[in-house]
């Protein structure tokens, strides 16, 4: 049977006149989150902490780190040096570099490293008082601490964290989502858009400084939403974020 292939020229000039359709990517829009944080907010004060070694040198030389350890006295607990007892959440935002794909990347697959066996995920909606709601990750793990010298087990805790991206004016808490939102920008709107991974974690159960009471995973839970809420109204822009 003899192929006709008459109409490869004209599939091949289709192909190349969309080049001169598709709007010209390479446009960098920034997100909407804002990388600085307050000295405190809600009650909760914020000591900044550097990103590590290895965070740094295993992620593209533009990617920017905010990280800080969160602080708010529990009401009424003193211990017995006089000093408030404190709830503590570890806070961090990442903001990709124009190689997304080594700025950024779902946490299930660096919290391992950090000592993270996860235990569950599922998807969770938190609502702002203003109105605006958007979807987060929570995750519950089990955090096993080593000493880095003699590599022994120097404590472990039960530990909660939720995660969401924060694009130019789209939030999602799906990395696969993420990723298509970047081609369809990328194609259509002639865009290429930084991410902010924004993470907030809480530990559970014994924890040494509250001796005399656990911290249960109800309590965590709550705690970490109202810090995430109260923290968001003013952290991301929403008048830059699609309804």
């Given at each position: 049977?003899k192929?006709?292939?008459?109409?490869?020229?004209?599939?091949?000039?289709?192909?190349l006149?969309m080049?001169?359709?598709?709007?010209?990517?390479?446009?960098?829009?920034?997100?909407?989150?804002?990388?600085?944080?307050?000295?405190?907010?809600?009650?909760?004060s914020?000591?900044?902490?550097?990103?590590?070694?290895?965070?740094?040198?295993?992620?593209?030389?533009?990617?920017?780190?905010?990280?800080?350890?969160?602080?708010k006295?529990?009401p009424?607990?003193?211990?017995?040096?006089?000093?408030?007892?404190?709830d503590?959440?570890?806070?961090?935002?990442?903001l990709?570099?124009?190689?997304?794909?080594?700025?950024?990347?779902?946490?299930?697959?660096?919290?391992?490293?950090?000592?993270?066996?996860?235990?569950?995920?599922?998807?969770?909606?938190?609502?702002?008082?203003?109105?605006?709601?958007?979807k987060?990750?929570?995750?519950?793990?089990?955090?096993?601490?080593?000493?880095?010298k003699?590599?022994?087990?120097?404590?472990?805790?039960?530990?909660?964290?939720?995660?969401f991206?924060?694009?130019?004016?789209?939030?999602?808490?799906?990395?696969?989502?993420?990723?298509?939102?970047?081609?369809?920008d990328?194609?259509?709107?002639?865009?290429?858009?930084?991410?902010?991974?924004?993470?907030?974690?809480?530990?559970?159960?014994?924890?040494?400084?509250?001796?005399?009471?656990?911290?249960?995973?109800?309590?965590?839970?709550?705690?970490?939403?109202?810090?995430?809420?109260?923290?968001?109204?003013s952290?991301?822009?929403?008048?830059?974020?699609?309804?």
């Amino acid at each position: 049977m003899k192929w006709n292939a008459w109409w490869l020229p004209l599939l091949m000039a289709g192909t190349l006149g969309m080049i001169y359709i598709l709007p010209q990517a390479g446009k960098t829009e920034e997100s909407s989150v804002k990388m600085e944080l307050p000295g405190s907010t809600n009650g909760w004060s914020f000591e900044k902490t550097p990103a590590t070694q290895d965070e740094i040198s295993t992620l593209s030389d533009d990617t920017e780190f905010t990280k800080a350890i969160c602080m708010k006295a529990r009401p009424g607990e003193v211990n017995l040096e006089g000093y408030f007892i404190p709830d503590r959440i570890d806070l961090s935002i990442v903001l990709s570099g124009h190689d997304l794909n080594n700025s950024i990347h779902r946490p299930e697959r660096c919290m391992p490293a950090q000592g993270h066996t996860i235990i569950s995920s599922r998807d969770v909606t938190l609502s702002l008082d203003k109105g605006r709601d958007f979807k987060t990750k929570r995750l519950q793990s089990v955090q096993t601490l080593k000493n880095p010298k003699t590599g022994k087990i120097v404590a472990q805790f039960n530990c909660v964290t939720y995660y969401f991206f924060v694009g130019h004016d789209q939030i999602t808490n799906d990395h696969l989502e993420r990723t298509l939102i970047d081609m369809k920008d990328r194609l259509v709107r002639g865009m290429d858009q930084r991410w902010a991974y924004v993470s907030a974690s809480m530990w559970y159960g014994e924890i040494p400084w509250i001796a005399d009471k656990e911290v249960t995973e109800a309590e965590a839970d709550d705690k970490l939403r109202k810090f995430l809420t109260g923290l968001m109204e003013s952290q991301i822009d929403w008048e830059q974020v699609k309804h």
